[in-house]
């Protein structure tokens, strides 16, 4: 008896938690439309796997999901929401990101910045190094680990450096990981609306890169 009243009563509970579920995915979808003809984008409201570059982030945890991916006409950058879980059972934590994913004009040995702490369990475990650069002020709020000590040093010149450390870039709340020619940056999740200057903002990201990246590590050349 006690079993059959406990079972009507998480169905009781369970039915218009669906609906109410079901029912905001699709306000969502409706907003999402609704933002793009407003800002003169593409979307995909579908729920996917992560997109096919090998980036760290979209093999931390499981589950990793993209959904609500924005995008201009004729443009391959990016913005979309990204999840993914860690730990299981009473340890189990869902984390939520906004993502955007920019083309570079070269092709960058695989980089990642990050405020101290972030990136590096995950360097760790794929063998990538620290790397150090002369200021002590960024080395004391950045992490900086890549493949190519050489490439990290010419990215992070003094111009660089500089924004790094301004207000503009976030200082520290936003997450770089660079690899071939694309960039990511990773954020805490944002409201929908406010995706659109995100990817505005990591586009202009590429301009405070040095130029001199796109002939030492020219797009013709092989990874």
């Known amino acids: 008896m006690v079993f059959f009243f406990m079972s009507a009563l998480v169905a009781i509970v369970a039915v218009p938690l669906a609906l109410w579920s079901g029912n905001r995915k699709k306000e969502r979808i409706a907003f999402a439309e609704r933002l793009a003809a407003q800002h003169g984008f593409n979307v995909d409201t579908s729920t996917k796997g992560p997109p ?8 931390m945890g499981s589950s990793q999901q993209v959904s609500f991916q924005f995008w201009r006409h004729g443009e391959q950058d990016s913005v979309f929401e990204y999840r993914f879980t860690t730990g299981s059972g009473k340890n189990r934590t869902v984390h939520l990101r906004t993502v955007a994913l920019v083309e570079l004009p070269f092709l960058a040995p695989h980089t990642k910045i990050g405020p101290e702490g972030f990136w590096s369990g995950v360097g760790r475990m794929v063998g990538m190094r620290d790397i150090e650069v002369e200021s002590v002020q960024f080395n004391e709020q950045y992490r900086v680990t890549g493949d190519d000590e050489r490439f990290a040093v010419a990215l992070l010149d003094h111009q660089m450096l500089a924004w790094l450390l301004s207000s503009q870039s976030g200082q520290g709340s936003i997450k770089f990981e660079l690899w071939g020619p694309w960039l990511l940056c990773v954020s805490d999740r944002i409201d929908m609306n406010r995706m659109f200057g995100f990817l505005d903002w990591a586009q202009s990201v590429r301009e405070h890169m040095p130029t001199v990246l ?3 590590y020219p797009s013709g050349s092989a990874q």
């Open 52 to 59: 096919p570059q090998q980036f760290d982030l979209f093999g």
């Open 214 to 216: 796109r002939s030492l």
